[in-house]
C-alpha cells in the first residue's frame, strides 16, 4: 500500500490532559510516523502512513481518548506529501490567538494516590505528585497553548529523574508538563500565626498538622486552588471558635473525609452521589444526615439536615487526610464578605485572626477558585455553586459565529461570560460585588482572561440596573474599549440561559418561562422576581407575574424575613406580628408602607414572609438562610395531606397575599408549621402547571436562585412528568445569578439580534 500524509485536527478539552502522549504511544504501536503538536485550535496530528492504518489510528483515538480529555469535533484530511523518520511531539507555537477550551483543574487521581502512600515510591510523601490525568491546570496557568513554561511551574526546573520520565514514552508521565518530585518541586512550611516557622520538612508538617487539628486547633492551609480554613469536625468547641472567629454564625460548613468509605460509615450515598464525589471535579456535595454520626452536625449545618461532604481535590490533601483519618471542616479561607485568599503574605496577614497555624507552598495561584457545590434532585445534577473543576468552560457548539463579547452578569453570585473566539469561557463565581475584595478579584480576573486570549471586546453587556458593580465595570470598559454597550433585563437574561443551555432558540414549541428569585430591576421600574415569560418567534413576552407588594427599606427587607411578611399582610392583620418588632421599628415600617411607592413581585421575599409568619426565622445571618430553613421544615414533612392555598382559584397574576393569608390563617388554626411549609412550595409549584396550561406550553424552562431548592424541583418534576410538560431547568450552570452573564449572552446573540 502507497503512504499518504495525512492531517487530524482534534478540538475540545485536549491539553493539559495527556493527549500528546497518548497519541505518540499509539502511533509507535502502530508504527506511524509523523508528529503531534498543540496549536491554537487544539491538537493538530500529521502521519504518513497508509489510508487503512491513518483510520485505525483515528477510530482509536476518537473512541478511547485520554480519560480526562473531552473531543468535541474533529478534522480528517489528506494533505501534501511529507517524510517523517519517526514519530515526535513537536513544541506548541508561541504568540497564538487561542481558540480551545480552557483546562479545568483536576482532583487527584487514583494511581498518584497509591503512589504518595507507597514507601518503595519515589513520590512517597510528595504533596504536590500529578500526571498527566490530574493535578492544577487552569489555577496556575498564565498563557496558552497549556505548556509548562505557561504555568506557575515555569520556574520549577524539573531534576534529571523527573526530566527522564519527561522524554519517556513508556513512563505515565511522559509529557506531563506539571511533573515535579521530592526533590526539585513544591515546597511545603509550616508557620504559627505570629509569623514563627515551625518546620519546612514536609513528613514532619503534615504529622504536625495532624496533631494540631486534634488538639482543637485551626489550620489555614493552602491547596492548589487557595486557602482552605480546617478544624476537627468532631469537636464542637473548635467549630464554634471558627464560627466567631469567622463571622459566620449559622451557615454550614462543608466537611473533608479521607476516602468514600469513611464517607459511608456517615451518610447514605446514592450511585450518583458517590460518582460525583470521586470525580475529577470532585465537589462538595450536599448530603442527606443520618440518625448517627460520628461528625458534629448541629454545629456544622445547623437546623439543617443536609451536609455538604467532600474528599481530597489535591495530593497534599489527601496525604493530610491519611495522617488525621477524621473528617475535618473545610471551608473557603477567607475573611468574611471577601473572596478566597490565594496568597502567602495576605493569607498570613489576614487571617491570623482566625488561624492559629499556616501550612503554605510556594507555588503561585494565577486563578483562585473555590471550591463547587453540587446536589442531587430526582436523579439529577443541580450545581449550586460552578467554580473548581467545571470553570472557566461551557462546552457548547450553540453559538453564533461572532466574538469579542464580554457579559458582565450579575451583582450577587457574580461571574462574567467571554466569546473571545468560538467558545463560551463562563468564569468561576465570586461572591457578591459589593465586597471591595470581590469587585478587585472580578475585574482582575476579566483582564487576565483577556490577556490569555489578546482579546480586546467589541460589545458589552450589562444588566439593566444601573448601581449593580458589575454594570458599573460594565460601563467603564465600554467607554476604554470604544465598545457597543447593551443593557439586558436580569429576568429575561435568566430565561434566556436556560433557553441557551438546552438550545431552545429554534424550538418550534412556545417555551412557558419561569424566572424566581429575590431581586431584579424590571422594564416597568418594580423589582422583579416572580415572572412568568412566553418565548417563541425569537421574541420574550412577559405574560404574569406574582403579585406586587411594597419594597420596604431596601437591602434590609432581604435580611430580614419580618419585613416582608409585614408588607405582605393586609393591615388588618398588622398588628399581629408587632411582636417581632420592637415599637419604634413597628411604626417606622408601618408609616413606610403608607408612603411607599416602590413594589416588588419577589417569591425570594415571598419565601421569607412565609419563613417568619411560621416562626421559624425572622432575621437571616447569611443570604437565602431563611428559604433554606423553610425548606428543611417542609422536607421533614410526612406529605401525606397538604394544602393548595390556591385551589379553586383563577388567576391571571398569582396573588402573593391570598397565600400569605391562607397559610397565617392555618397556622392560627393550629396546623403544624412542617406542614405548611410543604403545602407552599406544593402551591407554588402548582402555579406553574397552572400558568403553563394557561398559555399553552408543553415546554417549561425555570431559573432563578429559587429554583435551588430541593422540594419545589421534585414536586414540579412529578408534576410536569404527570402533565406530559417538558421541564427544563439550568443543570450545566447554577440557577442563580451565576447564571446571568451566560443568559446576557444567549439574549443578545439569540433575541437582541
Given at each position: 500500500?502507497?503512504a499518504?500524509?495525512?492531517?487530524?485536527q482534534i478540538?475540545?478539552r485536549?491539553q493539559?490532559?495527556?493527549?500528546?502522549?497518548?497519541?505518540?504511544?499509539?502511533a509507535q504501536q502502530?508504527?506511524?510516523n509523523?508528529c503531534v503538536?498543540?496549536?491554537?485550535?487544539g491538537?493538530?496530528?500529521k502521519m504518513?502512513?497508509?489510508?487503512?492504518?491513518a483510520?485505525i489510528?483515528?477510530?482509536t483515538v476518537?473512541?478511547?481518548?485520554?480519560?480526562?480529555?473531552?473531543?468535541s469535533?474533529?478534522k480528517?484530511?489528506?494533505?501534501s506529501?511529507?517524510t517523517f523518520?519517526d514519530?515526535s511531539?513537536v513544541?506548541?507555537?508561541t504568540?497564538?490567538?487561542i481558540?480551545?477550551?480552557?483546562t479545568?483543574d483536576?482532583?487527584?487521581?487514583n494511581?498518584?494516590?497509591?503512589e504518595?502512600?507507597d514507601?518503595?515510591?519515589r513520590?512517597?510523601?510528595?504533596?504536590f505528585?500529578?500526571?498527566?490525568?490530574c493535578g492544577p491546570r487552569?489555577?496556575?496557568?498564565?498563557?496558552?497553548?497549556?505548556?509548562r513554561?505557561?504555568?506557575?511551574?515555569?520556574?520549577f526546573?524539573m531534576c534529571?529523574t523527573?526530566?527522564t520520565e519527561?522524554?519517556d514514552?513508556?513512563n505515565?508521565?511522559?509529557?506531563s508538563?506539571?511533573?515535579?518530585?521530592?526533590d526539585?518541586?513544591?515546597?511545603?512550611?509550616?508557620v504559627?500565626?505570629?509569623d514563627s516557622?515551625v518546620?519546612?520538612?514536609?513528613?514532619?508538617?503534615?504529622q504536625?498538622?495532624?496533631e494540631?487539628?486534634?488538639e482543637?486547633?485551626?489550620?489555614?492551609?493552602?491547596?492548589?486552588?487557595?486557602y482552605v480554613?480546617?478544624?476537627?469536625?468532631?469537636?464542637?468547641?473548635?467549630i464554634e471558635?471558627l464560627?466567631q472567629?469567622?463571622?459566620r454564625p449559622?451557615?454550614?460548613?462543608a466537611?473533608?473525609y479521607d476516602t468514600i468509605?469513611s464517607v459511608?460509615?456517615?451518610?447514605?450515598?446514592?450511585g450518583?452521589e458517590?460518582?460525583?464525589l470521586?470525580?475529577?471535579?470532585a465537589p462538595i456535595?450536599?448530603?442527606e444526615?443520618?440518625k448517627?454520626?460520628r461528625?458534629?452536625t448541629k454545629?456544622?449545618?445547623?437546623?439543617l439536615?443536609?451536609?455538604?461532604?467532600?474528599?481530597?481535590?489535591s495530593s497534599?490533601?489527601?496525604?493530610?487526610m491519611d495522617v488525621?483519618k477524621?473528617?475535618i471542616?473545610c471551608?473557603?479561607?477567607n475573611i468574611h464578605g471577601?473572596?478566597i485568599?490565594?496568597e502567602?503574605?495576605?493569607?498570613q496577614?489576614?487571617?491570623?485572626e482566625i488561624a492559629?497555624?499556616f501550612?503554605?507552598?510556594?507555588?503561585?495561584?494565577?486563578?483562585?477558585?473555590d471550591?463547587s457545590?453540587v446536589?442531587?434532585v430526582e436523579?439529577k445534577?443541580i450545581?449550586?455553586?460552578?467554580?473548581?473543576?467545571y470553570a472557566p468552560?461551557?462546552?457548547?457548539d450553540?453559538?453564533?459565529?461572532?466574538s469579542?463579547?464580554?457579559?458582565m452578569?450579575a451583582?450577587?453570585?457574580?461571574t462574567?461570560?467571554?466569546v473571545?473566539?468560538a467558545h463560551?469561557?463562563?468564569?468561576?463565581?465570586f461572591?457578591?460585588?459589593n465586597s471591595?475584595?470581590?469587585s478587585?478579584?472580578y475585574?482582575?480576573?476579566?483582564?487576565q482572561?483577556?490577556n490569555v486570549?489578546n482579546?480586546?471586546?467589541?460589545?458589552v453587556?450589562?444588566?439593566?440596573h444601573?448601581?449593580y458593580?458589575?454594570?458599573i465595570i460594565?460601563?467603564?470598559?465600554?467607554r476604554?474599549w470604544?465598545?457597543?454597550l447593551?443593557?439586558i433585563?436580569h429576568h429575561?437574561a435568566h430565561?434566556a440561559?436556560v433557553?441557551g443551555?438546552?438550545?431552545l432558540?429554534d424550538s418550534?414549541?412556545?417555551?412557558?418561562g419561569?424566572v424566581?428569585?429575590?431581586?431584579?430591576?424590571?422594564d416597568?421600574?418594580?423589582i422583579?422576581?416572580g415572572?412568568?415569560?412566553?418565548?417563541e418567534n425569537?421574541?420574550?413576552?412577559?405574560?404574569?407575574h406574582?403579585?406586587y407588594?411594597d419594597w420596604l427599606a431596601n437591602?434590609k427587607?432581604?435580611?430580614?424575613?419580618?419585613?416582608a411578611?409585614l408588607?405582605l399582610?393586609?393591615e388588618k392583620?398588622?398588628?399581629?406580628?408587632?411582636?417581632?418588632?420592637?415599637?419604634i421599628?413597628f411604626d417606622?415600617?408601618t408609616?413606610?408602607l403608607?408612603t411607599?411607592s416602590l413594589?416588588?413581585?419577589?417569591?425570594?421575599?415571598?419565601?421569607?414572609?412565609?419563613?417568619?409568619?411560621l416562626?421559624i426565622?425572622?432575621i437571616n445571618?447569611?443570604e437565602?438562610?431563611?428559604?433554606?430553613l423553610l425548606?428543611?421544615?417542609?422536607?421533614?414533612y410526612?406529605k401525606s395531606?397538604?394544602?393548595?392555598f390556591l385551589?379553586?382559584?383563577?388567576?391571571?397574576?398569582?396573588p402573593?397575599k391570598?397565600?400569605?393569608e391562607?397559610l397565617?390563617k392555618?397556622?392560627?388554626?393550629?396546623f403544624?408549621?412542617?406542614?405548611?411549609a410543604y403545602?407552599f412550595?406544593y402551591t407554588?409549584?402548582?402555579?406553574?402547571i397552572?400558568l403553563?396550561q394557561?398559555y399553552?406550553a408543553t415546554v417549561?424552562a425555570?431559573?432563578g436562585?429559587?429554583?435551588?431548592?430541593?422540594?419545589?424541583?421534585?414536586i414540579?418534576e412529578k408534576?410536569?412528568?404527570?402533565e406530559?410538560?417538558d421541564?427544563k431547568?439550568n443543570?450545566?450552570?447554577?440557577?442563580n445569578?451565576e447564571?446571568?452573564?451566560f443568559g446576557?449572552?444567549m439574549?443578545?446573540?439569540h433575541?437582541k439580534?
Amino acid at each position: 500500500m502507497s503512504a499518504k500524509t495525512f492531517k487530524i485536527q482534534i478540538k475540545g478539552r485536549v491539553q493539559g490532559v495527556g493527549f500528546r502522549p497518548f497519541v505518540f504511544k499509539l502511533a509507535q504501536q502502530l508504527n506511524i510516523n509523523g508528529c503531534v503538536s498543540n496549536d491554537a485550535e487544539g491538537v493538530i496530528v500529521k502521519m504518513t502512513t497508509s489510508t487503512e492504518k491513518a483510520i485505525i489510528f483515528l477510530e482509536t483515538v476518537l473512541k478511547n481518548p485520554p480519560p480526562v480529555s473531552i473531543i468535541s469535533n474533529h478534522k480528517f484530511e489528506e494533505v501534501s506529501t511529507q517524510t517523517f523518520k519517526d514519530f515526535s511531539i513537536v513544541a506548541s507555537a508561541t504568540n497564538q490567538k487561542i481558540n480551545i477550551p480552557l483546562t479545568p483543574d483536576f482532583a487527584i487521581c487514583n494511581e498518584c494516590k497509591k503512589e504518595i502512600k507507597d514507601v518503595e515510591n519515589r513520590r512517597y510523601g510528595y504533596p504536590f505528585t500529578t500526571c498527566v490525568n490530574c493535578g492544577p491546570r487552569y489555577a496556575i496557568t498564565t498563557r496558552f497553548p497549556f505548556e509548562r513554561v505557561h504555568t506557575s511551574l515555569s520556574n520549577f526546573e524539573m531534576c534529571t529523574t523527573c526530566e527522564t520520565e519527561y522524554k519517556d514514552p513508556s513512563n505515565r508521565r511522559f509529557h506531563s508538563q506539571t511533573n515535579g518530585c521530592n526533590d526539585c518541586g513544591i515546597r511545603l512550611e509550616l508557620v504559627e500565626a505570629d509569623d514563627s516557622k515551625v518546620t519546612i520538612d514536609k513528613q514532619k508538617i503534615l504529622q504536625k498538622t495532624a496533631e494540631l487539628i486534634a488538639e482543637g486547633r485551626i489550620i489555614a492551609i493552602k491547596n492548589t486552588n487557595g486557602y482552605v480554613l480546617c478544624c476537627d469536625a468532631t469537636n464542637p468547641e473548635v467549630i464554634e471558635q471558627l464560627r466567631q472567629k469567622k463571622k459566620r454564625p449559622n451557615k454550614a460548613f462543608a466537611v473533608l473525609y479521607d476516602t468514600i468509605e469513611s464517607v459511608q460509615k456517615d451518610f447514605q450515598l446514592t450511585g450518583q452521589e458517590e460518582e460525583l464525589l470521586t470525580s475529577t471535579v470532585a465537589p462538595i456535595v450536599i448530603l442527606e444526615n443520618t440518625k448517627e454520626t460520628r461528625i458534629a452536625t448541629k454545629i456544622i449545618a445547623p437546623s439543617l439536615n443536609q451536609t455538604g461532604v467532600l474528599l481530597p481535590s489535591s495530593s497534599l490533601l489527601e496525604l493530610l487526610m491519611d495522617v488525621v483519618k477524621s473528617p475535618i471542616v473545610c471551608t473557603s479561607g477567607n475573611i468574611h464578605g471577601s473572596p478566597i485568599i490565594s496568597e502567602n503574605e495576605v493569607a498570613q496577614s489576614e487571617l491570623r485572626e482566625i488561624a492559629d497555624y499556616f501550612v503554605h507552598h510556594n507555588l503561585p495561584i494565577q486563578f483562585p477558585q473555590d471550591d463547587s457545590v453540587v446536589k442531587i434532585v430526582e436523579g439529577k445534577e443541580i450545581i449550586l455553586r460552578r467554580s473548581r473543576g467545571y470553570a472557566p468552560n461551557y462546552l457548547t457548539d450553540y453559538i453564533q459565529n461572532t466574538s469579542g463579547i464580554l457579559a458582565m452578569g450579575a451583582h450577587l453570585k457574580s461571574t462574567f461570560s467571554l466569546v473571545p473566539n468560538a467558545h463560551i469561557y463562563v468564569s468561576q463565581y465570586f461572591g457578591n460585588l459589593n465586597s471591595y475584595d470581590v469587585s478587585e478579584r472580578y475585574e482582575k480576573t476579566i483582564n487576565q482572561q483577556l490577556n490569555v486570549f489578546n482579546c480586546m471586546p467589541k460589545t458589552v453587556l450589562i444588566d439593566a440596573h444601573p448601581t449593580y458593580q458589575s454594570s458599573i465595570i460594565g460601563n467603564k470598559l465600554a467607554r476604554k474599549w470604544n465598545a457597543e454597550l447593551v443593557e439586558i433585563q436580569h429576568h429575561k437574561a435568566h430565561f434566556a440561559s436556560v433557553l441557551g443551555e438546552y438550545e431552545l432558540f429554534d424550538s418550534e414549541e412556545r417555551v412557558l418561562g419561569v424566572v424566581w428569585d429575590g431581586t431584579g430591576y424590571g422594564d416597568d421600574n418594580a423589582i422583579w422576581g416572580g415572572e412568568f415569560f412566553t418565548y417563541e418567534n425569537h421574541k420574550i413576552e412577559r405574560v404574569s407575574h406574582f403579585e406586587y407588594y411594597d419594597w420596604l427599606a431596601n437591602d434590609k427587607m432581604a435580611q430580614e424575613p419580618r419585613i416582608a411578611l409585614l408588607s405582605l399582610l393586609e393591615e388588618k392583620n398588622r398588628c399581629y406580628i408587632k411582636d417581632k418588632f420592637s415599637e419604634i421599628e413597628f411604626d417606622l415600617y408601618t408609616k413606610l408602607l403608607r408612603t411607599n411607592s416602590l413594589k416588588t413581585s419577589s417569591v425570594g421575599r415571598l419565601f421569607d414572609a412565609v419563613t417568619s409568619a411560621l416562626d421559624i426565622k425572622d432575621i437571616n445571618t447569611f443570604e437565602a438562610e431563611a428559604p433554606m430553613l423553610l425548606e428543611n421544615s417542609a422536607m421533614t414533612y410526612s406529605k401525606s395531606y397538604y394544602i393548595d392555598f390556591l385551589y379553586n382559584v383563577d388567576y391571571d397574576i398569582v396573588p402573593s397575599k391570598l397565600i400569605i393569608e391562607a397559610l397565617v390563617k392555618a397556622y392560627g388554626k393550629g396546623f403544624c408549621k412542617e406542614r405548611l411549609a410543604y403545602s407552599f412550595i406544593y402551591t407554588l409549584a402548582k402555579s406553574v402547571i397552572k400558568l403553563s396550561q394557561k398559555y399553552n406550553a408543553t415546554v417549561v424552562a425555570c431559573s432563578g436562585g429559587v429554583f435551588q431548592n430541593s422540594l419545589l424541583i421534585s414536586i414540579l418534576e412529578k408534576m410536569t412528568s404527570i402533565e406530559n410538560i417538558d421541564l427544563k431547568i439550568n443543570r450545566k450552570l447554577s440557577a442563580n445569578d451565576e447564571n446571568i452573564s451566560f443568559g446576557q449572552l444567549m439574549y443578545y446573540q439569540h433575541i437582541k439580534n
